[in-house]
T-cell receptor, first 112, second 114 residues
Framework: TQLLEQSPQFLSIQEGENLTVYCNSS?????LQWYRQEPGEGPVLLVT?????EVKKLKRLTFQFGDARKDSSLHITAAQPGDTGLYLC????????????FGTGTLLAVQP | DARVTQTPRHKVTEMGQEVTMRCQPI?????VFWYRQTMMQGLELLAY????????DSGMPKDRFSAEMPDATLATLKIQPSEPRDSAVYFC????????????FGSGTRLTVV
C-alpha cells in the first residue's frame, strides 16, 4: 500500500494544453515536496509546500497544498515539451525519524 | 552548483558477486538517503542517515544489503551476494535538516545483475 498515491499515472498531451497532477494520502503530512525527474537523472526539487491551503507558483507551474495537509496538486499552464518528465510528490513520514517517502509518480509527455 | 556525486554510473555484474555503490553528499549536509527505483515499485527508501548515524534501514533486505557512512564525505551501499532482482537504479540524496528546501539527488547508479 502506497502512502502517497498520484494520479494520473501517465499523461500525454499536446504543447499548449493545461494539466493537473494530483497527490493524495489518507495521512497528514507536515509538508509535501514536488520533484521532476528526467531520463537518466535523479529527481530535482521543484517546490516545498508547508502550510495547509498554501499556493506556490513557479512560472507556469502552480502547486497547492490541501487545507487538511493530506493532498497536493500541481497545475501546469500551457505545457511545453521541456515539461516532459516524471513528476513525484514526496513527504516526511515516520514520526521522529522523518524519512522522506515518495508517491507513485506521474509520467508526463508533452508532444510538440 | 553543489552536487551529490554517485559512482559508478553504470554497473553490470554477475549474480553472486559483491557490488559497492558510493555517494559523496553535499558538504555540510547532515542527512543522507539511499533509494532504489524500479518501474514496478517506484522510488523505495532503503536506508537513511542523520549525522552519519543510521536512523532507518527497514526498507533494506538485511541479509544481503548493508549501508554505511565511514565519514561525512562518503556513503556506501553494498550488496553481497547480488541477485538479478536487485537490478535497478540506486539513488543517493542529501539534505540539511531541519530545512524546508528539500533534498538533492545524485544521478544514480544503474545496476544490472545477470
Amino acid at each position: 500500500t502506497q502512502l502517497l498515491e498520484q494520479s494520473p499515472q501517465f499523461l500525454s498531451i499536446q504543447e499548449g494544453e493545461n494539466l493537473t497532477v494530483y497527490c493524495n494520502s489518507s495521512s497528514v503530512f507536515s509538508s509535501l515536496q514536488w520533484y521532476r525527474q528526467e531520463p537518466g537523472e535523479g529527481p530535482v526539487l521543484l517546490v516545498t509546500v508547508v502550510t495547509g491551503g498554501e499556493v506556490k507558483k513557479l512560472k507556469r507551474l502552480t502547486f497547492q497544498f490541501g487545507d487538511a495537509r493530506k493532498d497536493s496538486s500541481l497545475h501546469i499552464t500551457a505545457a511545453q515539451p521541456g515539461d516532459t518528465g516524471l513528476y513525484l510528490c514526496a513527504g516526511p513520514y515516520g514520526g521522529a525519524t522523518n524519512k522522506l517517502i515518495f508517491g507513485t509518480g506521474t509520467l508526463l509527455a508533452v508532444q510538440p | 552548483d553543489a552536487r551529490v556525486t554517485q559512482t559508478p554510473r553504470h554497473k553490470v555484474t554477475e549474480m553472486g558477486q559483491e557490488v559497492t555503490m558510493r555517494c559523496q553528499p553535499i558538504l555540510g549536509h547532515n542527512t543522507v538517503f539511499w533509494y532504489r527505483q524500479t518501474m514496478m515499485q517506484g522510488l523505495e527508501l532503503l536506508a537513511y542517515f542523520r549525522n552519519r548515524a543510521p536512523l532507518d534501514d527497514s526498507g533494506m533486505p538485511k541479509d544481503r544489503f548493508s549501508a554505511e557512512m565511514p565519514d561525512a564525505t562518503l556513503a556506501t551501499l553494498k550488496i553481497q551476494p547480488s541477485e538479478p532482482r536487485d537490478s535497478a537504479v540506486y539513488f543517493c540524496a542529501s539534505g540539511l535538516v531541519p530545512d524546508s528546501h528539500g533534498y538533492t539527488f545524485g544521478s544514480g547508479t544503474r545496476l544490472t545483475v545477470v
